[in-house]
């Protein structure tokens, strides 16, 4: 058994993992997180443009055109040194960002790549967070978005006390002002079908699709991805704040908080908080489930290009 040493992980870099998509994925992912048929900047290929949190799920999906087998694809990932055996079925999704440098092409083509390395390990005594960067680049080396992850591995041990080793990280969300109500509040509606839906952009975890381990996790029965949950929240405050145009949002990232059920309610609330680079509007906001009453997504910032919505 390799030495554990957690300090030894933080800066390990994965083989680049090769990633490709076309028109129909990217107008399938829009509405994994929500698209409705009115949303033509997203859905209709006659006045489209790539919705900007796309990058995420080619963590799972890669290059791949077909139904992938979930645990031969996660079980496969390369380990880094010092790190302990972590159960898949402990692993929760802790937080997501991405920060979009250039616009997306319609279809990658050949050549595209995702790279990643670690840049945080924590210990506590729940367990420990890893936290990985993923930069994806074009056949030429162009850098087109920035992602952070972290998961949450419940019950795992090293130290067996407090350990904390980072080398980058993500912006933080500023606090909810206390004195103010939201100057945005948008309602969706998942469907129960939501989860159906998105798992064709690449996540096959059966968590998401049969009813018998979603009772075996203690949820009851199906829940949503957490990511699919992200995009409701990117349309959310696109929507609202740049005027549903895709090329408005420049950064946006979330904590999860708790699970959504294909058919809940949500409701997201958010807050002008100054301004953000590069001529941006920065904003707080949080997701809640209305059909349980908690939030979903917490700690949000994002950072986005104000305007008004435009017609069709």
Excluded: C
């Amino acid at each position: 058994m390799s030495e554990i040493d957690l300090g030894k992980a933080v800066g390990h870099q994965d083989p680049d993992i090769p990633v490709a998509w076309n028109q129909r994925d990217l107008i399938l992912y829009a509405l994994g997180i929500g698209a409705k048929k009115d949303d033509h900047s997203l859905v209709n290929d006659n006045s489209w443009a790539p919705f900007p949190t796309y990058p995420v799920v080619l963590m799972l999906k890669g290059a791949d055109q077909d139904v992938i087998d979930f645990k031969t694809r996660v079980g496969g990932k390369n380990k880094a040194p010092g790190l302990p055996r972590f159960d898949p079925n402990r692993t929760i999704h802790a937080t997501q960002s991405i920060q979009i440098l250039k616009p997306l092409p319609a279809v990658s083509g050949q050549g595209w790549k995702l790279k990643r390395r670690i840049v945080a390990v924590s210990e506590n005594k729940s367990g420990i967070i890893l936290e990985s960067e993923f930069t994806l680049i074009d056949p030429n080396g162009i850098p087109y978005a920035k992602l952070y992850s972290s998961s949450f591995n419940l019950g795992a041990k090293a130290t067996g006390g407090k350990f904390t080793k980072r080398i980058a990280g993500a912006p933080q969300a500023k606090p909810i002002p206390k004195d103010r109500q939201p100057d945005w509040v948008v309602k969706d509606q998942t469907t129960p079908e939501q989860a159906v839906i998105y798992r064709l952009s690449g996540d096959y975890n059966g968590l998401h699709i049969d009813p018998r381990i979603g009772k075996a996790a203690g949820f009851g029965g199906v829940i949503l991805h957490g990511l699919s949950t992200f995009g409701f929240g990117a349309r959310a405050v696109l929507s609202a704040v740049g005027g549903g145009n895709p090329n408005a949002l420049k950064y946006f990232g979330v904590r999860f908080t708790s699970p959504v059920k294909p058919g809940d309610a949500l409701e997201t609330s958010i807050w002008e908080v100054g301004p953000g680079p590069e001529g941006t509007t920065e904003v707080t906001f949080v997701t809640k489930n209305l059909t349980t009453g908690k939030i979903v997504l917490g700690a949000g910032v994002a950072y986005v290009k104000k305007q008004e919505k435009s017609k069709l």
